[in-house]
């Protein structure tokens, strides 16, 4: 698989930053409708001491119903596949069940295990587990809630395109997750996402100090806040 497109001094760029300035960074772009391209608020950060992780997306389906019929034992393959790509990585698993969250898969165990193989989080329509042994990892989790068992979740598929809430996520799509949720960087512009956030923090700070000073002047907030409606679409 070809090397991910950033450097690693250019990932850490764009860990500085909160997701809603990464989303609002994309925006200026103007390569997507600003209505898609993060999973919805049913998709928590479920350890937002973490902090903002960033990596490339490995994919997986699983179920934790109990099987109708001998499942075949897929885990060996898809750890060589998560070992295969380049790094960081954020595991993202779509739960098969109906409802999703019947059982976790991903605990102590997994994500530990995913953390030797280049992952920084995992990301799920699910629910995982074990949250105070995986927070001291310093390892992200997301997901619907967290649950106490693994049932009898097993590997349906990886590798291939998932679904969590609605919203695809390729293998190999740039996330950047934290306390606030999840939103996919589009690669074609990923290089350049970093320095748009430090502008958009440049052209939002007039409007932000005329906000916290004690002379409040509502007619110049209105000026401001034009003036940088205007700098932001240039």
């Not at 490995?58 to 019929?69: D, K, L």
């Not at 165990?109 to 920084?120: R, Y």
């Not at 699910?126 to 105070?132: A, I, Q």
């Not at 809430?165 to 990923?190: F, M, R, Y």
């Amino acid at each position: 698989m070809a090397a991910h497109p950033l450097s690693a001094d250019q990932l850490a760029e764009l860990r500085k930053w909160n997701s809603p300035t990464i989303s609002n960074a994309i925006e200026i772009f103007n390569v997507r409708p600003r209505d898609v391209g993060f999973l919805p608020h049913t998709i928590r950060c479920l350890l937002p001491s973490i902090g903002p992780i960033v990596g490339y997306a490995v994919t997986a389906q699983t179920m934790a119903a109990p099987p109708t019929e001998k499942a075949p034992d897929l885990l060996a393959d898809y750890l060589k596949y998560v070992a295969s790509v380049p790094g960081p990585k954020i595991a993202v698993g779509q739960d098969l069940d109906t409802p999703a969250g019947l059982g976790a898969q991903f605990g102590e165990v997994t994500a530990t295990i995913h953390k030797k193989l280049g992952c920084v989080g995992h990301i799920t329509d699910g629910c995982p587990r074990d949250l105070d042994e995986v927070e001291a990892l310093g390892f992200g989790l997301f997901g619907l809630n967290p649950c106490v068992s693994h049932a009898y979740v097993r590997l349906v598929d990886f590798g291939k395109p998932v679904k969590l809430a609605g919203v695809e996520i390729k293998p190999g799509d740039l996330l950047h997750a934290d306390k606030h949720g999840v939103c996919i960087i589009p690669l074609e512009i990923a290089d350049k996402v970093a320095e748009a956030c430090a502008e958009v923090e440049r052209v939002e700070r007039p409007v932000l100090e005329i906000c916290r000073g004690d002379n409040f002047d509502l007619d110049e907030y209105i000026r401001l806040r034009s003036e940088m409606k205007v700098k932001i679409r240039e």
